[in-house]
Structure formats: structure tokens, C-alpha cells
Nanobody
Framework: QVQLVESGGGLVQAGDSLTLSCAASGGTFGRFVMGWFRQTPGKEREIVAGITWSSSRTYYPDSVKGRFTISRDNAKNTAYLQMNSLKPEDTAVYYC??????????????????WGQGTQVTVSS
């Protein structure tokens, strides 16, 4: 059973940086595509970053491109989301997700099989 545990969330001010971590256990992390999603009350979960198992490809929506960076360390079974120049609109619960999908980076949350419990990120203005 694959388990994902996020950490690193918190309260920061606009313009600050924050790094989220996602530690995986119970599966072959090096074969998973990883995604970071976020969700605010009343809204659907949206992807903010994705990375293939080999780190050869990454994906970012326009809303975070140039500010967020996803990376992974397969030796440590951990994925990261570096968030710079944070804005109040980045406030959300952030989730990491994993799947054995082998054809790129899925964009939709229903395409990921494994999920973490989420970590709150709050950006004050």
C-alpha cells in the first residue's frame, strides 16, 4: 500500500517562499509520476505541478509558472514543491499525488491513484 505524507505547509507573507515535501512509502517511488494539486473551499482540486518518474518532463499551469518548481529525489522517495513569490491567491490545501501512469503527466486528479492527506498553505497580504 502506497502512502504519501506531505509536510512543509504553513503561514507566510506575500512574496515569501515555502517548500513542500512529499515522502512516499510502500511502493516503487521511482516508477511513479508525481503531481502537486491544491484545493480551496468550494472549488475543484487543480494541478499546480507534475513531474515524470525520470524528471525528464515537468508541467506547470500558467498560474504558477515561473514561481513554482517541482523536483524529486528517487533515492529518498521524496518529491518537492518549491514555491517562490507566493501570493494570497496561492492559499489552499496542497496535496501530493502519485500514479504509475507511464505516458506523460496526467492533468486531472482522477488520474492519480495515490494521495497524501494535504498540508495547508496560507499566504497573508
Amino acid at each position: 500500500q502506497v502512502q504519501l505524507v506531505e509536510s512543509g505547509g504553513g503561514l507566510v507573507q506575500a512574496g515569501d517562499s515555502l517548500t513542500l515535501s512529499c515522502a512516499a512509502s510502500g511502493g516503487t517511488f521511482g516508477r511513479f509520476v508525481m503531481g502537486w494539486f491544491r484545493q480551496t473551499p468550494g472549488k475543484e482540486r487543480e494541478i499546480v505541478a507534475g513531474i515524470t518518474w525520470s524528471s525528464s518532463r515537468t508541467y506547470y499551469p500558467d498560474s504558477v509558472k515561473g514561481r513554482f518548481t517541482i523536483s524529486r529525489d528517487n533515492a529518498k522517495n521524496t518529491a518537492y514543491l518549491q514555491m517562490n513569490s507566493l501570493k494570497p491567491e496561492d492559499t489552499a490545501v496542497y496535496y501530493c499525488a502519485a500514479d504509475s501512469y507511464d505516458n506523460g503527466i496526467p492533468m486531472n486528479d482522477h488520474e492519480y491513484q495515490y494521495w497524501g492527506q494535504g498540508t495547508q498553505v496560507t499566504v497573508s497580504s
